[in-house]
């Protein structure tokens, strides 16, 4: 029996998916942050807008259960499937996001972003479902909170445009 090389150990791969999940969050805080003092403070938002300590915190558990998700369908598919390739499609809009709202200021080319977001997560939470229903159901939280998401973004659209 073979031991397994570079990128197909599961502990390899675990790690790579977390790098992936966590770095995009980095990038997307240092975006939020970049452009956050000033113009995001005088936005109008709406009353159920949560406290801005409430997004790393959020995001992080997010970023570590969509990663543990896509590492489980991975075991079982290899690297090249559907199913990650939708995973993929839906963390690089989650990474767009951030730029396009609070860098770029872009609040109606996020709120599409933000839409084709939430499809992206509910098609991956559908891909994972037949090859895992345990990664399936670890997207879920990932797909309310993106749903809220683009209700608040939407919010922010209407009260600032």
Do not use: C
């Not at 807008?49 to 489980?72: E, G, K, Q, S």
């Not at 369908?73 to 989650?94: D, E, H, Y």
């Not at 839409?115 to 997207?139: E, S, W």
């Amino acid at each position: 029996m073979r031991a397994a090389s570079g990128l197909q150990r599961p502990r390899t791969a675990l790690l790579l998916f977390l790098a992936a999940t966590l770095l995009t969050g980095m990038a997307a805080g240092f975006a939020t942050e970049s452009g956050k003092e000033g113009w995001y403070e005088a936005l109008a938002k709406p009353r159920w807008t949560p406290p801005d300590a409430t997004f790393p915190t959020v995001w992080t558990v997010l970023y570590i259960a969509m990663a543990v998700a896509a590492w489980r369908v991975w075991r079982r598919t290899g690297w090249n499937s559907p199913a990650l390739r939708v995973f993929w499609t839906q963390l690089a809009l989650n990474f767009a996001w951030s730029f396009l709202f609070f860098a770029w200021h872009e609040i109606g080319l996020a709120l599409l972003d933000a839409g084709l977001l939430f499809l992206a997560v509910a098609a991956t939470a559908a891909f994972f479902q037949p090859i895992d229903r345990p990664a399936a159901l670890l997207m879920l939280p990932y797909l309310a909170w993106t749903g809220y998401a683009v209700a608040l973004n939407w919010a922010v659209w209407r009260m600032n445009g």
